[in-house]
């Protein structure tokens, strides 16, 4: 059966910011693409990334980009096909580099909209994956997280350790994903509001895949041991000071 966090998602167009009006010069978006295609391939690869991101001068690992790769519907990372970069640069309304790097700004505030993180966090997963692969491996979600979730979830930090310290959890699913961004969602800062039996979406597909409800209930409880005081207001503390731990 489908767990609830995924079956609530709404499948929406990515939105970009409105157009200019004026008409894009069809020659200059062919010459975008060729300047940063690979030599053999029709398709702007991991070099050819990486100097799209240098004149756009940002980092690869900026919001921007995954925001970029969002409206280019890119189906992988470090890669633009010329269809995806030629619909993503009509999309956004521009048809040079220099055009699309005045955008980053728009793009970036964006996010400030719960429905576009929504959307933009839903599609980081399916970005991340590797070709065939329905789970996203663990370091490659950490790294997703550490893009999207520093400045929104006061716990990112944390959390980030915490999974990166498990050495058995080799993959993340779909569900727990998901299952993480409503729980920044709904939980209070302090944790008040937790409850470690709710009815969490449940993963076990696999011995590698932890269930986000037994991992969040077990950092509960391990926050609970390391916080002085225990109870909600130990957890938060913890959590407001960035503790990390393991095993």
């Not at 790769?69 to 040079?96: C, I, N």
């Not at 944790?191 to 950092?219: G, I, K, P, T």
Request: include cysteine; proline fraction near 3%.
């Amino acid at each position: 059966m489908e767990s609830r966090c995924a079956a609530a998602l709404p499948q929406r167009a990515p939105q970009a910011p409105a157009a200019r009006g004026k008409a894009l010069d069809a020659k200059a978006l062919e010459a975008g693409f060729q300047k940063y295609k690979a030599e053999h391939v029709e398709a702007i690869q991991a070099d050819g990334v990486s100097r799209f991101c240098e004149d756009l001068g940002v980092d690869p690992g900026d919001v921007a980009v995954l925001l970029i790769a969002y409206h280019f519907k890119a189906e992988r990372m470090f890669e633009f096909s010329k269809a995806e970069w030629l619909q993503g640069m009509t999309a956004l309304g521009v048809d040079t580099v220099p055009k699309l790097a005045a955008l980053l700004g728009t793009l970036r505030s964006s996010l400030s909209s719960a429905d576009t993180f929504r959307d933009v966090y839903a599609y980081a997963f399916a970005f991340g994956l590797e070709r065939g692969a329905k789970v996203l491996v663990a370091d490659t979600a950490v790294g997703l997280w550490s893009i999207l979730l520093p400045g929104r979830w006061h716990a990112a930090d944390a959390w980030m350790a915490y999974v990166s310290a498990l050495p058995a959890l080799k993959v993340v699913s779909k569900d727990t994903w998901m299952q993480t961004l409503e729980f920044i969602r709904t939980i209070k800062p302090d944790l008040s509001n937790f409850d470690e039996n709710a009815a969490w979406c449940a993963e076990a597909a696999h011995s590698a895949v932890f269930d986000l409800r037994c991992l969040q209930a077990d950092a509960a409880r391990r926050l609970c041991r390391l916080a002085k005081g225990g109870g909600a207001a130990g957890i938060g503390t913890a959590l407001r000071t960035r503790l990390t731990w393991r095993e």
